[in-house]
């Protein structure tokens, strides 16, 4: 079965802003994200892609235009199973300010309980990504044969959930995972079981550096900003 890559989106607007983007219109890459989108062929250059798939959300539009300009033989496929989470009343509202919402609490400590208000579960979330993927796996594998590499560019939450499902994690436990703008990560499939073989890796280590601001002991719900 084929080789996934899922990109998260570069970093945004709403992510410099400390908001809650969710499927808010008009959130744009800003000028770093724009960096990370330009330097995003450089790094894939050794992949044989056979298809790419994305979000229908203008961030990760964005974040594949390049990739996209550097191999015209390629188009993207628009998929909504893999945007983001419905946030529903939460969109568009500050961080900060859902931190203190007993719902978060929820969210971060017991997700599979989580449903926003307005909005979607973090189950259905992960169930309609997770069929997305496979079944893109076998149109892949129809298409291209069981050794294809193919990319997908989502979001934060989808993306975690998607590796959560991958090792066989709980949802409860996805909150432990960490994906920051315009990571890769890669997932092999394989008859019997996935194989996680490269997470959230930007080849960048300044987020590992001790910096100002919340002890992290909390997962940024949507993904986070990344490195300052």
Known sequence: MPTLILVRHGRSTANTEG???GWTPGVA???RGAAQA???PGRLAGL???EIVTSPLQRCQETLRPLLDARPELRAHTDERIGECHYGDWSGRKLAELRDEPLMEVVQAH???AAFPGGESM???QTRAAEAVREWNARVERDHGPDAVYLMCSHGDIIKSLVAEALGLHLDLF???SVEPCSVTAIRYTRLRPFLVRLGDTGDFASLAPHEGPSGDQAPVGGGAGAP
């Open 19 to 21: 908001l809650l983007a």
């Open 29 to 31: 890459l800003d000028e």
């Open 38 to 40: 330009a330097a995003l």
């Open 48 to 50: 044989p892609l056979s």
């Open 111 to 113: 997700p599979s309980a």
């Open 123 to 125: 189950r259905a979330m």
């Open 175 to 177: 909150q432990r995972i």
